[in-house]
C-alpha cells in the first residue's frame, strides 16, 4: 500500500453541514477539485468555492427525487478503482473515469426524523442508500481513498493534508475506514431497531441489531486485573447515571458506577414521593428513608445501617443543599448522585476532592419499558425492564387480620425497597424508614435473620431501647417456601408481612402469621434481583 496520497479531487455530500465550509477552504486551499450534490453544493457555493455537480460526471441528472444521483460507475468507479492495477487504470481510461482521492460523506438524518415524531413516509425517505453505497466503497478502498463519514474528523484531516502538502497517510486513512463502517453499522442498526421494534411491533426480533459507542475507558473493571469501560447507546434511550454530570472527584471506577445506578434506579421510585435517601453498597441498599427533608431522610437511612454505609453510594430524589451535604460529608462517601446541588452543597463537597458528585436532572421514569440484556457463556439473555409495580387495591389480605393504615404505609414502602435488593431479599422498614435489610442469602430465613442482627446491632449503636424492627412491616420478594422465614421475622418484632404469595405452603404460612396476630398481604407478583 502507498502511505502518502495526494488529494486532487473530493466527492462531498453531506446532509450535517456543520463544518464544511471550513473543511472546504482547507481542501480549496490545496488546490483540491470540489465534486457535490444538491444541498451541499448550494452551502458551498454559498460559501464561495466553485463546485462540479456529480451530475457532470455521470452524465445523468439527480432523479427521483434525489433518490439517485451517485450510484454511477463514474462514482463509484472513481472511488473503487486500486490505483495500482492496470487494468483497474485501463478501465478507468476507457470509461473516462477519474479518480476520487477523499470522499466526505454523512447519510440522511434517519434518527433524528423518528425521534421528530414524524411520518412513515417520512421516516422511509430519510433512509439513505447512495450515502452509505459510497462511505462503504471509500471504507473498503482506504489504500487510495480518505473517507470522512463524522465532522468531528474534519480537523484531523485538514491537519494532515496541511502536514504532507495535501495528501493524506495510510494510518489516517485506516483510522477512517474503521470509522466509516461504524459508522454505516449503526445507521443500520439504528433502521433496523425501528423496524423492529417501531413498525413490526416486536419486542424480541429475529436479530438484535443493537449498537453503542465508546464514552471512556476505565481504571478497571470489578477488580483490577479485569479491564472495562462505559458505553453509550447510539439510539433513544432513558437518561441515568451514563448521562450524569460529574461535577467533582475522582475518575468513576465500573464498581461506581454499578453502585450509582443500583442507588439511582431505587430513588427513581421516589421520584415523585417526599424527600427520600438511599444509601447502597455493593449494588444493595443498606439504608433507606423517607422524611420532612432530605437531611432527615440521610439520617434516617444511615441509622439503618451505618457501618455498611461507609464507603458506600448516596443517592437522594431531591437538590442537596449545604446542610445536607454537611451531614454527608461526616463519614467516608463514594458518590452522591442528586437531581442538582445549589452553591453552598457544593462547597461543601469541594472539601472532599476524593467524593464524586454526580447530577442527574429529572430523576428516570421507574415505570418505563426497556430490554434488559445479560451477557452468558455462549450468549446473552434479554428480558423486559422489571417496572412492575402495585397499588393498595391490588393487595389481598389474607389473615384474619388486616393490616392498619400505618401497616400498610410501611408494607409498601418495603416493598418498594425489596424490588431492589438482591435476592433473596428481605426488608424490615418502619415510619418510612428501613429497620434491617438482608440481601443475596441462599435461603429467605437466613435474609430474615441477617436483617434482624442488623436492626439490633443499630439500635445498640444508637441508643434505642428497641430496635426497629419491632413494630414493622417486612417485605419478602418471593413468596415464603417455608413459615420459617415468616417466624423469624416475627421473632424480629414485625406485625405486618407483604409476599407475593403463591407457595404450595402458603396455608402453612398463613397459619403461622395468624397464630401471632400478624397481618399478611399477597401482592401475586414476584421481584426476584439477581
Known sequence: MTDLIPVRRALLSVSDKAGLAELAAALVRHGVELVSTGGTAKALREAGHDVRDVSDL??????????????????????????????????MEEHGIGAIDLVVVNLYPFLQTVMSGADRDTIIENIDIGGPAMVRSSAKNHAF????????????????????GGATTLALRKRLAATAFAHTATYDSMIAQWFAFADQGKFFPDTLPLTAKLATELR???NPHQKAALYLPTGPAARGIAQAEQVQGKELSYNNINDADAALELVA??????????????????????????AEAYDAALKCDDVSAFG???AVNRPLDGATAELISGIFTEVVCAPDADADARA????????????????PDPARGGLMLKTIAGGWLAQSRDNGRITPADLKVVTDRAPTEEELTDALFAWTVAKHVKS????????????????????RRDSARIAAVKAREAAESHGWAVPRTVGS???????????????????????????????????????????AGLAMVFTGMRHFRH
Open 145 to 164: 481513498v480518505g473517507i470522512v463519514a463524522e465532522p468531528q474528523d474534519y480537523a484531523a484531516v485538514i491537519a494532515e493534508m496541511d502536514a504532507n
Open 220 to 222: 478497571y473493571g470489578e
Open 348 to 363: 461543601v463537597f469541594a472539601k472532599k476532592k476524593n467524593l464524586r458528585l454526580l447530577l442527574t436532572g429529572e430523576l
Open 312 to 314: 458506600g453510594i448516596i
Open 58 to 91: 455521470t452524465g445523468f441528472p439527480e432523479m427521483m427525487d434525489g433518490r439517485v444521483k451517485t450510484l454511477h460507475p463514474t462514482v463509484h468507479g472513481g472511488i473503487l478503482a486500486v490505483r495500482d492495477d492496470a487494468a483497474h487504470v485501463a478501465s
Open 269 to 294: 421510585e421516589f421520584r415523585d414521593a417526599d424527600p427520600t435517601c438511599v444509601i447502597v453498597k455493593h449494588a444493595n441498599p443498606c439504608g433507606v428513608a423517607t422524611a420532612v427533608t432530605i
Open 473 to 515: 412491616a417486612v417485605a419478602s420478594d418471593a413468596f415464603f417456601p417455608f413459615a420459617d422465614g415468616l417466624l423469624a421475622a416475627v421473632e424480629a418484632g414485625a406485625t405486618c408481612v407483604i409476599q407475593p404469595g403463591g407457595s404450595i405452603r402458603d396455608d402453612e404460612v398463613i397459619a403461622a402469621a395468624n397464630e
Open 424 to 443: 433473596n431479599a428481605i426488608v424490615y422498614a418502619k415510619g418510612g424508614a428501613t429497620a434491617g435489610i438482608g440481601a443475596g442469602q441462599m435461603n
